[in-house]
């Protein structure tokens, strides 16, 4: 009996040894593991987000009682009203002072089958006209509702299955945690859950993409991306990095030219079956297109975290430029700045395809650094930028956060702090500063330094960051701006913001470089020593 007692102290000191340095929420997943529990892991994740989410959804909305316009939600609402209502023909046309639908085929069709939903619920909620503005109990919960029910169907399982995916080189308590970490990250659940919108429906098609790009199922990825692309004109930011990881793809031999005929192919059918309601009539392709691509209406809208509008403070660009030459002068920053991300891309993963010193595994990751690297480009230098646009990099991002934990960390929080003007606005306060204090708490921060693999240097740029980042708030809390200057603090969080977010512009370019040099390099080195 005497030799079997140290066992179970040998594995608790080996445990412990084990769990130091790791961050909180890996804690909770090798505690599961260490007690044989980890079937109730991804259960309890996801009704800890089901939850979450459901919390935020009781506090405030985008133009909650604000005639006549309202808000984001009732834009929503609006569409789900006019689809069920009238024919297609007429649903980029109706009333474009109010609400006009300006989002492509997809969200209309959304909007349709929603409305229909509810139109057999209670048919008041979704009334032609007489429905404006509607904010009872009911309507609010049903149009909650709606973006939990398509999170559910489209977002999660990608995140789920991608992080379970054999692709990814991780053992189970960070696969867990990176699920966990996902599916919690406040900026995607304050915008959809609070501001209310429906961005989880684009990104969890993107997700999708990514997922069939790593199990080399090119023609549904291509597929999938056509679907992310007419729900959201915005996935416009990804298009370039996708486009050059398939076309490096079809130079693989000998099936090259077959694989570019038929992505060609799933594109056309795609975006025809999409269009195919309005494809009888040129005037109605034309509409379609100047109400997803609006460029009328400036360089930026309000205070956005990009170059742009951090250059205005000193600069003037609206005032000493005509909007055409705008476009162009951001057109071309746009393209100068994601170039060299693409070509990358399409060089290394050519590679990959044609089995010379870079793995298939390691292109998929690089498509990953290539995608955020992209779409933070359009977010920098584009033209006509939203505030909620940074939910686009951090989606790819988060697909990083056991490569990069202490980056994606960092950017989470900023792209966070850089909402605040937005969410300000519409009352979610409290939800913000529980799920900004939750997310640093559990992924650790300057505040947790219980994690050992995070350089000094960077744990003392967190940290004077996340100083700059309180400072801002309490000043705005407790020291009213000058009236010369109302949006002093708006201006202030905007160019910290985009500064930052230039810092990880070139740091996340820097990776992607790196991490190709540095694959190549050990595929070298082992067949040098085979």
Not at 4 to 26: H, K, L, N, W
Not at 123 to 129: I, N
Not at 319 to 342: D, G, K
Request: hydrophobic share 55%; net charge positive.
């Amino acid at each position: 009996m005497a030799p079997s007692s140290p066992q179970p102290q040998a594995r608790q000191t080996a445990s412990a040894s084990r769990r130091a340095g790791i961050i909180p929420v890996e804690r909770w997943f090798w505690f599961l593991a260490e007690e044989n529990a980890q079937g109730i892991a991804l259960p309890v994740t996801l009704l800890l987000a089901l939850l979450v989410r459901w919390c935020v959804a009781l506090h405030g909305y985008s133009g909650r009682g604000s005639p006549p316009l309202y808000g984001d939600f009732e834009a929503q609402r609006h569409w789900m009203e006019l689809t069920v209502h009238l024919p297609p023909s007429q649903w980029y046309f109706y009333d474009l002072s109010y609400w006009g639908l300006d989002y492509p085929p997809l969200t209309a069709f959304q909007s349709w089958a929603c409305g229909w939903v509810a139109h057999l619920i209670n048919p008041s909620w979704v009334a032609l006209d007489q429905s404006r503005g509607i904010e009872t109990h009911t309507s609010k919960l049903f149009m909650r509702s709606t973006v939990l029910v398509l999170e559910a169907l489209i977002y999660v399982p990608a995140v789920v299955l991608l992080l379970q995916s054999r692709q990814v080189q991780a053992n189970w308590v960070v696969r867990q945690a990176a699920i966990f970490s996902i599916l919690l990250q406040p900026c995607l659940v304050l915008i959809d859950h609070g501001h209310f919108q429906y961005n989880s429906v684009m990104l969890g098609f993107l997700l999708w993409t990514v997922y069939f790009a790593a199990r080399e199922q090119y023609l549904v990825m291509a597929a999938c991306f056509c679907c992310s692309l007419m729900f959201k004109q915005m996935a416009l930011y990804f298009a370039p990095a996708v486009f050059a990881f398939l076309l490096a793809k079809c130079f693989q031999s000998p099936y090259g030219v077959r694989l570019f005929v038929q992505l060609g192919l799933v594109v056309i059918v795609a975006f025809g079956a999409m269009l195919l309601p309005w494809m009888g009539s040129a005037a109605q392709l034309q509409q379609i297109l100047f109400r997803v691509f609006p460029v009328a209406r400036g360089l930026y809208e309000d205070k956005v975290a990009n170059v742009w509008c951090a250059v205005n403070v000193a600069v003037k660009l609206r005032s000493m430029f005509a909007a055409p030459v705008l476009l162009r002068l951001a057109a071309a920053a746009t393209s100068v700045a994601f170039a060299p991300t693409c070509i990358h891309l399409f060089l290394a993963a050519r590679r990959a395809a044609s089995g010379q010193t870079l793995a298939a595994a390691d292109a998929v990751k690089l498509l990953c650094y290539a995608l955020v690297n992209c779409s933070l480009a359009f977010f920098l230098f584009s033209f006509q930028v939203h505030e909620k646009s940074i939910l686009l990099p951090l989606a790819p991002a988060l697909l990083l956060i056991h490569e990069e934990p202490w980056a994606v960390n960092w950017f989470v929080q900023v792209a966070l702090f850089s909402l605040y003007p937005l969410l300000f606005k519409d009352g979610l306060q409290i939800p913000y500063w529980v799920m900004a204090v939750g997310w640093s708490m559990l992924r650790s921060c300057p505040a947790c330094p219980a994690d050992k693999r995070t350089p000094l240097a960077v744990l003392n740029a967190q940290w004077v960051s996340t100083l700059v980042m309180v400072a801002i708030h309490v000043a705005n809390m407790y020291v009213p701006p000058p009236p010369s200057l109302p949006d002093l603090y708006v201006v202030l969080n905007v160019v910290f913001s985009c500064a930052m977010f230039v810092l990880f512009f070139v740091y996340f370019n820097y990776r992607q470089f790196t991490l190709a040099l540095v694959r190549v390099r050990t595929t070298r080195s082992k067949k040098k020593d085979s």
